[in-house]
């Protein structure tokens, strides 16, 4: 597939540590270069969302059709932007009409149309992009690239957007929650696995560039509990799955008679303590079945991620594996916390 256009940028200089911010500062820093999703493409319509990520405060909205992210401050008076509305494609301030270009540029003062236009009304504006139903914003520029997920543009693949879902968790925990395959007997026994098949079978995990591929087959069916008559008895379920770090993961089912679901789990850094999980899903079959069924499918597994992710301790991924007590199930996180460290994070992840 075409990588999505990078439509609104940017600015070269570091982006501004936010007030309040509640990650260690480097570890903001090295997130903030990365791509998160923060909104579904369908929301923006005509009027400013107002998004958190990071906990930088940002509006998003679409001026000449594109998406433009910006931190959620107005330059003149700190009024929210996202109470505002758009204009003839200028972002306007409820406070005192101030109007905004999509380049962040303020175009017009009506209290004083004629007079000057300081160059300081100039709002913070982040690169901002659209890809698989999402909007996605880097507060660092924009450079990295978007990860890919390609069935979501695979032709005979159905796209589904489930709702997103909010956890009073770190990033990093739910990531990690989504590779581990030695919960699911135990946490998703009452929607696709069983408490009396608990056994993790040897399974391959290969570090990648960016982060990592693991191959996971085993008898746990990935239908729900009601459908599982569909697959033949002692059917191989083969699991993909494919992290790019920080917290970009695609999950690739084969289903019998080459059935594929591909699953994105898209978990957005809201704070150092609150994640704001998206799920794109495409899938090659089932395309009649109605999409209300898989909505409530999809939200019975995260939940059931949700209760426990959310009381892990310490809240930050451990970085330094030490801090915890592995074993050999563990051999996809344990891949995933040293892709994390790489990059650099973790310095003091636990506080
Ligand atoms: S605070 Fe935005 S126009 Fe005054
Ligand atoms: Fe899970």
């Not at 300081?118 to 924009?142: K, M």
């Not at 990648?208 to 379920?237: D, I």
């Not at 915890?324 to 992840?349: H, K, M, N, V």
């Amino acid at each position: 597939m075409s990588q999505p256009q990078v439509v609104a940028l940017t600015r070269s200089k570091s982006p501004a540590i936010p007030r309040n911010c509640t990650f260690d500062t480097r570890d903001w820093e090295i997130l903030s270069r990365y791509w998160h999703p923060v909104a579904f493409s369908a929301d923006l319509l005509d009027k400013p969302l107002s998004v958190t990520l990071l906990d930088e405060p940002l509006v998003v909205y679409r001026a000449h059709g594109r998406v433009v992210a910006a931190r959620d401050v107005c330059p003149h008076r700190g009024a929210p932007l996202s109470r505002g509305w758009v204009h003839n494609d200028q972002l306007v301030c409820p406070y005192h009409g101030l109007e905004y270009e999509a380049s962040g540029r303020c175009s017009h003062i009506p209290s004083q149309p004629e007079g000057p236009i300081p160059e300081r009304l100039c709002l913070t504006t982040y690169a901002a992009q659209e890809a698989y139903g999402l909007v996605w914003v880097s507060l660092g520029g924009g450079e990295m690239p978007l990860p890919d997920f390609p069935a979501w543009n695979t032709e005979g693949f159905q796209q589904i957007l489930p709702p997103s879902i909010d956890i009073r968790a770190s990033a990093g925990r739910q990531t990690e929650g989504f590779i581990d395959v030695a919960h699911f007997a135990w946490i998703h026994h009452d929607s696709f696995a069983d408490r009396r098949n608990p056994v993790v079978p040897q399974y391959s995990v290969e570090r990648r560039e960016n982060g990592l591929r693991a191959e996971y087959v085993s008898t746990v069916s990935n239908f729900p509990k009601s459908m599982q008559h569909r697959a033949p008895e002692g059917y191989l379920w083969r699991r993909v799955f494919e992290v790019d770090v920080p917290f970009f993961a695609r999950l690739t089912v084969h289903f019998p008679e080459n059935g594929r679901l591909a699953i994105l789990n898209a978990a957005s850094p809201v704070s150092a303590r609150h994640t704001r999980l998206f799920v794109p899903i495409a899938r090659n079959f089932d395309h009649d079945l109605p999409l209300d069924d898989v909505y409530a499918f999809n939200r019975q597994v995260f939940e059931e991620d949700r209760a426990i992710v959310e009381l892990q301790c310490p809240e930050d991924l451990p970085i330094d594996r030490s801090l915890e007590a592995p074993i050999l199930a563990d051999r996809s996180s344990g891949a995933y916390r040293r892709a994390l460290g790489e990059i650099g994070l973790g310095q003091s992840y636990v506080r």
